[in-house]
Every structure is written in C-alpha cells, then in structure tokens.
C-alpha cells in the first residue's frame, strides 16, 4: 500500500519520456496502453495519506493469516472505486470472509456436494418454488452482465455487490429445492450446473486461488478457471417479468404493488387505486402520473 505512489510516477514518467522519444522521432510506436488509471490514496484511520516515509501503512501478514488471501483482496475491491481516496478498515474483513464461506457452500450444493450442510429448507407451494426458479435464471443471466461492464469501468466493488445479489437468488432456490429433487430434474440439473460455473467464474478475477481450488475440486473442471471462457448472459434472459411499483398518495408513499413488467400503464393505475382504495375514499383524484419502473403518484383532494 505504501509504495502507490512510486507506482504513479513511475507510471507518469514512462509514459512522459515515451511521448518526448516519439516526438523526437527516435521511436515509432505511441505510449504502449491505451487508458491511465491513476489508483487513489489509501488513508489511515486519522485521514492521512498511507506512505512508509510516514510509517503508518498497513502490514497484510496478520490480516492474510487470520482470512486468507483472497478475502483481504476482495475487501479491498469492495472498499470503493479504484480511483478514489479510500479510508482504510478492517471491520469488513470478516463479513467478506463469511461471504466467500457463503458462496463456497452454495457452489457445493448446487452440484450435489454439500451433504447436511445442504441449505435446503422445506419446499414451498409450487407457484412459489417456479417462481424462485425463475428469479435464479434472471439474475444469472442480468449479473453476468453487470459484472461485466463493470469490469470494463474498473468499477470492480458494483461487480461484487452484484455478484452478492446472485448468491442471495441462490439460496433462496437452494432453501425452496432438496438435492434430490434437484438430482432428479434435468432442467435442474442443467441450471445448478451452469450457475455453479458462473458463480466460480465470475469471482475469478476477485478471489483467484479460492476460484481455482472450486474449480477443480468441486466442480471437477481440468487446468485453470482463469483458462476457461467468460461466461455468455442474454440480455432477454436478464429482463424481469414482474416490476414491483410504489403508490404515493400526494407524493407521499402509501402502499407497493406489483405487476408486469409490460403491463399497460390502465393496468397499473386500476392495481394502484385498489391498494390505496381506503385512502381515496372521498376524495377527488385530480391528476395521475405513472414512471415506468418505479412509481405511481395519485394526486387528491
């Protein structure tokens, strides 16, 4: 942490005496990358810019040893945006070393690995446990994509929140579906394998060695994940089905409705006034406003 920045002038000083040569003719080619990342200060818990001239950095040993590798550096990823000043905590280390846990359970049990340590709970009514079903095929395909672009933006802690909102659709189809039943459907089957591996692969570049020990000991893949091909998301696949809306009366919120995602905005305001039915008795609607996607705002007197 204390040397970042020697890494910035070093950086800064390559690229100024690459431009100064191709100017001076004496080289043909241009600064040899195409974007500047300049990674922000890491401050120490009195705000103070980490530097070992200071003697205030942070030695990882303890940290590694009591988390592991891998924690330590996904709880740096999901401290903030590379570019920006960072305050340095240890608070999330555990929390993201019980995430890692988390999500290591959920992979063993998704392929059938988990024995009693199975998440299943009980099976709820079948309506219910489709439903599940589908969210988990959603949110595969919609965090695929998200974490995708979010690496190309270097924003590498929304990639992790997303990924943590695919563990969360996870376990609540692994509570809602038993391993045997699961081992007895191959729609099942397909879809425990395939969020498996997209679990696995999308952490990869964010707990590397915990990736790769899942990748060969449990899923029982040859060479490395950081070999395999990222993995492919549809875009219609991502979109959901149902959009759940707020109904404000007069602008302030008074109930949540849910309905489909394509329903036609009559729809939407017949489901609205029912779920607010008590509180425009005896008024007078007076204007009526939908924003797709988010709210439904009924204005009375």
């Not at 592991?68 to 903030?80: C, E, I």
């Not at 394509?262 to 924003?291: R, Y």
Request: charged content about 25%; glycine content about 6%; overall charge negative.
């Amino acid at each position: 942490i204390g040397g970042i920045e020697h890494a910035i002038l070093h950086l800064l000083y390559s690229r100024f005496f690459t431009k100064v040569l191709r100017d001076m003719g004496l080289l043909d080619f241009d600064e040899p990358f195409t974007n500047l990342l300049c990674q922000g200060m890491v401050l120490d818990s009195q705000g103070e810019v980490m530097s070992k001239s200071k003697g205030n950095v942070v030695s990882p040993e303890e940290m590694i040893a009591n988390y592991g590798a891998d924690a330590v550096r996904a709880t740096m990823l999901f401290m903030g945006p590379p570019d920006k000043e960072k305050l340095w905590n240890e608070d999330g280390l555990a929390g993201m070393y019980k995430f890692l846990n988390r999500l290591w359970r959920q992979v063993n049990d998704l392929v059938g690995a988990a024995g009693e340590e199975t998440l299943f709970e009980a099976a709820p009514a079948p309506e219910a446990a489709v439903k599940l079903a589908q969210k988990l095929v959603r949110e595969r395909h919609r965090v695929v994509g998200k974490v995708e672009g979010d690496f190309d933006r270097n924003n590498f802690n929304t990639a992790l929140a997303a990924i943590m909102e695919l563990s969360n659709a996870t376990g609540e189809y692994l509570r809602a579906f038993s391993p045997e039943a699961r081992a007895a459907c191959p729609d099942h089957q397909a879809l425990d394998a395939d969020v498996a591996q997209v679990i696995v692969k999308l952490m990869a570049p964010i707990a590397p060695h915990w990736a790769d020990e899942l990748w060969t000991t449990v899923l029982g893949q040859e060479g490395s994940v950081h070999d395999a091909p990222w993995p492919t998301w549809d875009p219609e696949q991502a979109k959901d089905n149902e959009v759940e809306l707020a109904v404000q009366l007069s602008g302030k919120v008074k109930a949540r409705i849910t309905v489909a995602a394509d329903a036609p905005q009559p729809e939407v305001l017949a489901a609205a006034k029912a779920a607010v039915a008590d509180a425009l008795e005896g008024k007078t609607i007076v204007k009526e406003i939908v924003v797709p996607g988010r709210l439904v705002n009924i204005v009375a007197k």
